[in-house]
């Protein structure tokens, strides 16, 4: 990276000994900063957003769960409550 770095500089010929080269490797500098900055207040926010929905999903999930008769866990493996179709064929939904 530094060697393509002297290389951009030696190329600037005239303009190397300007002070542009500074400027810019500041700002570049700055921007990467803010980037990761930004990056992580984006993470931040959307972890409280996520665990505030999956929160609400299982505060559903737990008053469904209410609303069945124990009988029914007696008849249906635990495993099958919430998502009855997986692993099964369509021969299984006209039993029902």
């Keep these: 990276m ?12 005239e303009f190397r ?22 990056s992580y207040l984006q993470a931040r926010f959307q972890e409280a957003i996520s665990f505030e929905l999956v929160t609400r999903d299982q505060l559903a999930i737990g008053e469904a769960l209410n609303l069945v008769s124990l009988g029914y866990f007696q008849q249906v493996d635990t495993g099958n409550i919430l998502m009855p179709d997986v692993g099964r064929g369509p021969e299984w939904r006209r039993r029902l």
């Design 2 to 13: 530094f060697q393509t770095v002297k290389r951009i500089i030696r190329w600037c010929g």
């Design 17 to 38: 000994g300007n002070q542009w080269a500074g400027r810019s490797l500041f700002v570049i500098a700055v921007l990467v900063l803010l980037w990761f900055l930004f």
